[in-house]
């Protein structure tokens, strides 16, 4: 089924856009999220992520982060696979506008 998302790509630009980043998410996820869980998933991110500015931080650890904070504090009752899922979309959004790198260990 044809989507308003899939000609649309995020603009890069100075720093990420909060709503283009649940665009990005709802571009390319596998399955159904509310925008209740998709914010919510989102704004634990946007936490770990301004609490290590100008550190090093890896994929894995603001994965497990997101998880474990929504779980701790049943925030979304997704399975955490799919919150997993989310998370990784959100870095690939940060990614594809330049504003996160992947170093390989």
Known sequence: MASALDNWNPPVLDKPHYYDT?????????????????YSILNTFIQKWDASA????????ITAYVTDTLKEN??????????RRV?????????ETGHYYHHEL
């Open 22 to 38: 649940v665009k990005f998410v709802y571009k390319y996820i596998e399955f159904h999220i509310s925008e209740d869980e998709a």
């Open 74 to 83: 049943f925030q979304v009752l997704l399975p955490t696979p799919k919150v």
């Open 54 to 61: 100008g550190q090093l931080i890896h994929d894995e650890e």
């Open 87 to 95: 998370s990784e979309l959100i870095l690939a959004y940060l990614r």
